[in-house]
């Protein structure tokens, strides 16, 4: 929440987790949380984190916030309920892609424990965004006016095929390359491959600090792992 003004609020961010919970908690935690915060600060603008799993497709192709939206999971179908509940009431909905910074990113900490596997039948992009660009995102969206009603793709301006990412993690910290294998894991954002665009967040002059994912490990994800990653080796 920010700029208490009157005992209202201008703005209330609706950027909860679910903690990996089903579609259930997906409903309680996103759909009526946006309801209720609706109901309880009528008078205040509302921006709801949703998340880049809406977009579906398998291509690999670019998806903006014009692309069609049709995930293949309950959990995903109530993130849209939700954006259409906030847009419908003046909001701003932004999709987070895959949220990584100090102390969290899925692919490194998958690499250091061993349990990555690299699918070279089923590689597929994957789109991250470092935690500061998000606040720096929202805050902008917050800042300036004209943004009601609008989507905004939150994202860094590199997806990534998920192979490269550990060739990489294995060069930088002089490991072997995970197995290539069958990749059984049930995917948090579905079975979707494709690179989301943040074009339309740049127009409004949002730079990312962390642009793609080596300066996002070299400056700061990998400092944060450093003794995981040491005694990992061990």
């Known amino acids: 929440m920010v700029a208490e003004r009157t005992g209202t609020f201008d ?21 009526d949380g946006a309801r209720n915060l609706l109901e309880e600060f009528s008078g205040s603008k509302l921006l709801f984190t949703s998340s880049t799993s809406v977009y579906a497709q398998r291509d690999g192709w670019w998806v903006t ?70 606040a720096a995102a929202l805050f902008l969206l917050l800042s300036q006016e004209g943004h009601s009603n609008q989507i905004y793709n939150v994202v860094d301006d590199e997806p990534t095929l998920q192979s490269e990412c550990y060739r990489w993690l294995a060069q930088r910290l002089n490991r072997p390359l995970p197995p290539i294998g069958k990749s059984k894991e049930r995917r948090k954002r579905g079975d979707a491959n494709k690179r989301v665009s943040n074009a339309k967040l740049h127009r409004l002059g949002w730079t990312p600090r962390y642009p793609i994912f080596r300066d996002a490990m070299e400056k700061s994800v990998l400092p944060s792992f450093a003794d995981i990653i040491s005694r990992s080796s061990h």
């Open 11 to 31: 703005a209330v961010i609706h950027c909860a987790s679910s903690s990996g919970g089903d579609a259930e908690m997906y409903r309680q935690v996103y759909l």
């Open 65 to 134: 916030e014009e692309s069609e939206t049709r995930p293949t999971r309950e959990t995903g179908q109530i993130l849209l309920e939700t954006e259409g509940l906030v847009l419908a009431n003046g909001g701003i909905v932004a999709r987070l892609a895959g949220i990584y910074g100090p102390g969290r990113s899925a692919l490194l900490t998958k690499f250091v424990e061993g349990t990555a596997i690299i699918d070279e039948e089923n590689d597929r992009f994957v789109n991250q965004v470092h935690r500061d660009d998000i």
